[in-house]
């Protein structure tokens, strides 16, 4: 909270602005420096409070990594596959050196215990996946910050109450990223005076996704607090921004564009479209998060398959409602005389 002002000062001095353009949303030329903030406040908590144990050590030293990727392409632009390098590097680092990864299936399409490259395989897809996700998921004031938010605090919490000497370390990864999270989220909700940009939302998604490689393991090994589960509920908890991107890439890839490349299909966009506020679509987001998070939660008992036939159902639904709106809006458009 007390370095933001100075990085806005600093940015503006340097000319360190992001500048509008079609697909963002904000008018004028804003820092996009607030990782900074975030991954200071973060690590700084982290590394004075916390016990470094059992994988902590390597998510630092991998989100020390992507703080300084990150942090390059905020001030000039790096290229796609220096980015992918950096998140492998980072990933190689959890994987390799703490053994951070999915053992289990646990009865998802009858699979269990899967063998150790298909484990490997599959993590590494999993954490550039999510990392990714909330990296999409940022574009507009406070909408990142407030889902890692939701994100952190229900896995904190269950680390907290479950994790016993392997994984109750991991609450204190969860409350230090909420600590530099709401520092942040002082200055960027709207009208936003500083944008979290890649070095933020690298490093957040990151956690996150290591946050719920540990939460699906702990239910793997432990059986608490959600039984066989945890794949399922961990599918809920990251809702919004896995959806986000799934519709996307598929919305893409079906125009025949690269799923890469970037445009206005978002779900934020489409809401705002509808005539919502920024802070309004915000809020009914992170609103969406948590109802999701919730239901998953009360039905865990229903198994893996059934819990992710409901969060595909209610994906639909969405994906429905969202393009049938949009295609009226258009319609409307095209009907309206110049």
Known sequence: MFAVPSIIYIAHLKNLLDTPNGRTVHKSLTPRLGGVAVFAGFMS??????????????LLAGCIILFFVGLK??????SVAKKFVGQLLATGIVMIMADVRITSFQGVLGIGELPMGVSYGFTFVIIVGI???INLIDGLDGLAGSIVLIISGTFGYYFFRYGGPEFSNYSFVSVCLIGGIL????????????????????VCGFIVSILAIQFIELGARTGQPFSSSSPAITLGILFVPLF?????????????HSPFLPDKNHIHHRILAMGFSQISTVLLLALLNVVVVLVVINLYELGNMVLIGIIAVISLALSVFLGVHHSRAARRQVATPS
């Open 131 to 133: 990392t990714n996700a």
């Open 183 to 202: 520092g942040f989220l002082r200055y960027n909700f709207h009208h936003a005076s500083i944008f979290m940009g890649d070095t933020g939302s690298l």
């Open 45 to 58: 908590a982290l590394t004075i409070f916390a016990p470094l144990s059992n994988g902590v050590k390597e």
């Open 244 to 256: 986000d991107t799934l519709r996307v890439f598929v919305l893409r890839m079906a125009a025949g």
């Open 73 to 78: 392409d905020d001030m000039v632009t790096i």
